[in-house]
């Protein structure tokens, strides 16, 4: 049988851990050729041999740090095959009060989440036009809805990547290229597990505790698995979901309280 994704490449930034890794994953099942992206050469290298291979699928890794926006460029050109798929996904911002951030920390989130993610597009795009068929899928938050406390700085940051998005989607629809927005609702990874343990930290309650309050607030009782993440970037990546772009998608458990 031929898989849905038989014949395409994708490009999973963040790829070593977590909703990356459980995408690249999700794709390379749907039968892609999964290119990984992160920074540790090592562990990529072993996440590629464990990647499912369908059909003629072959996955790479491309050894890059997103905050280096100045190498990315450069380092994109050792990308093998034309991208259909890209994924812009990496690390979030760390938490606190909003009026204690500094600049540095507004710079080193405007450049990993916005900047890289848009070299990263600059990039595939041409190819994906030739092709006549591309995917964009920016990992952000729910926060682009509902501001989350104590996350001033990725709040301020989704924003811009909300908008940067929206504008994109019409400039690339005509072209077959669709872009799209993952909303995360709470999602059991270290990414999780490090804001919890810094919010137990700030406010002096046990991480159990924090956590505790944090799952009451989610209507399905539970955090997500990244698979389940995962599922929806793989949805959205896939040739049936042509006619959807602009769109974000919160995938967070019912937590969103606005329609
Ligand atoms: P994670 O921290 O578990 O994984 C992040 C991945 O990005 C890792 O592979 C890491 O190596 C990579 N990465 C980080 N900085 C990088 C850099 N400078 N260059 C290259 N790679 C880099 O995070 P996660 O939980 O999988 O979340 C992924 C994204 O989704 C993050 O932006 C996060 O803020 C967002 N998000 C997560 C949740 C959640 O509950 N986990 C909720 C909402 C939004």
Request: proline share 6%; charged share 15%; with cysteine.
């Amino acid at each position: 049988m031929k898989e849905l994704l038989s014949g395409y490449h994708a490009l999973v930034c963040g790829a070593s851990r977590g909703i990356g890794r459980a995408t690249a994953h999700a794709l390379a099942t749907q039968g892609a050729s999964v290119t990984l992206l992160a920074r540790d050469a090592e562990k990529l290298a072993r996440l590629e041999c464990e990647l499912p291979r369908l059909g003629s699928a072959q996955h790479h890794s491309l050894t890059a740090d997103l905050d280096r926006t100045d190498t990315l460029p450069a380092q994109l050109d050792a990308l093998r095959h034309p991208v259909h798929i890209l994924v812009n996904n990496s690390g979030g911002p760390p938490g606190g009060p909003l009026l204690e951030a500094t600049p540095e920390q507004f710079r080193r989130a405007f450049e990993r989440l916005l900047i890289a993610a848009h070299l990263l597009t600059q990039a595939v795009v041409p190819d994906m036009r030739a092709a006549g068929y591309g995917r964009i899928i920016n990992v952000i938050s729910t926060s682009v809805r509902e501001p989350i406390p104590g996350l001033g700085v990725s709040n301020t940051i989704r924003a811009a990547c909300a908008g940067w998005a929206k504008t994109l989607a019409r400039e690339l629809a005509p072209h077959g290229v669709t872009i799209n927005n993952i909303l995360p609702g709470f999602t059991a990874t270290a990414r999780l597990a490090s804001l919890f343990s810094a919010r137990a930290a700030d406010s002096g309650q046990p991480a159990a505790e924090v956590e505790t309050v944090a799952r009451a607030g989610v209507p399905a009782g539970r955090f997500a698995q990244a698979e389940e993440i995962a599922a929806a970037i793989a949805f959205l990546a896939a040739p049936t979901a042509a006619y959807i772009t602009g769109v974000s998608l919160p995938v967070d458990g019912g937590r969103l309280h606005g329609i």
